[in-house]
């Protein structure tokens, strides 16, 4: 399975945009790029994926290199509520869909 | 609509007893996944079931722990001579279709042997 390499953690202002990195230099051609995320407390949600194109939903965006070996989440305004793991994980037809989690991001958003 | 729930929340057992957790996935769903979170861990891939075909069982740590799928849809998960290590949150998720598809996760049942 292809890995991923996340900072272990980030701190953000309230209302300001956070920019969440993660490395995927052996991503394969059909390799998704997924983040899911993880509050306090809870299972893992959803908040995005792509797979070459830049994506965005409600909840955040995702921005794909180029060459895909890298990506970037970014939710455009922080809340105390988005505090939380990020964690980015690629997942292909390969591979059943089952989700390899890494230690991921632990974001911290200050008031 | 409903989401992917679990059962027990919270289990209590004494080393050496058997344990059963229980998941409800989403209707229609045909793909359902388990992994468990030890304490200060991250998430370990255990299980995958998928319509009728053999499930993925190549994320079970030893032959105590086994899991079923009856109908397509209930699945539980059970842990045979519980040990300590086994204490952990164990979350289940299903998905549309497996693969690249979405994952929606229940709640989790927080497993404690004593």
């Known amino acids: 399975d292809a890995k991923t390499t996340q900072p272990n953690s980030m701190e953000s202002n309230e209302e300001e945009p956070v920019h969440l990195p993660c490395n995927h230099s052996?991503?394969?051609?059909?390799?998704?790029i997924h983040w899911y995320r993880q509050l306090p407390s809870q299972g893992p949600e959803y908040v995005i994926h792509?797979?070459?194109s830049n994506v965005n939903n409600r909840m955040a965006s995702l921005a794909i290199a180029e060459d895909r070996k890298s990506s970037t989440l970014i939710l455009h305004r922080a809340t105390l509520r988005d505090a939380a793991v990020y964690y980015c994980?690629?997942?292909?037809?390969?591979?059943?869909?089952?989700?390899?989690f890494g230690q991921g991001t632990t974001l911290q958003v200050k008031p | 609509g409903a989401g992917v729930s679990q059962s027990p929340s919270n289990k209590v057992t004494e080393k050496g007893k058997d344990v059963e957790l229980r998941c409800d996935p989403i209707?229609?769903?045909?793909?359902l996944y388990w992994y468990r979170q030890s304490l200060g861990q991250g998430l370990e891939f255990l299980i995958y079931?998928?319509?009728?075909?053999?499930?993925?069982k190549s994320g079970l740590p030893s032959d105590r722990f086994s899991a079923e799928r009856t109908g397509g849809s209930v699945s539980t998960l059970t842990i045979q001579r519980t040990q300590q290590e086994d204490s952990a949150v164990y979350l289940c998720?299903?998905?549309?279709?497996?693969?690249?598809?979405?994952?929606?996760f229940g709640p989790g049942t927080r497993l404690t042997v004593l």
């Open positions: 079931f998928q319509g009728n075909s053999a499930p993925d």
């Open positions: 994980i690629l997942s292909g037809s390969s591979n059943t869909g089952k989700l390899i």
């Open positions: 998720a299903s998905s549309s279709q497996g693969s690249t598809d979405t994952q929606y």
């Open positions: 792509g797979l070459t």
């Open positions: 209707s229609g769903h045909t793909a």
């Open positions: 052996t991503i394969s051609g059909t390799d998704y």
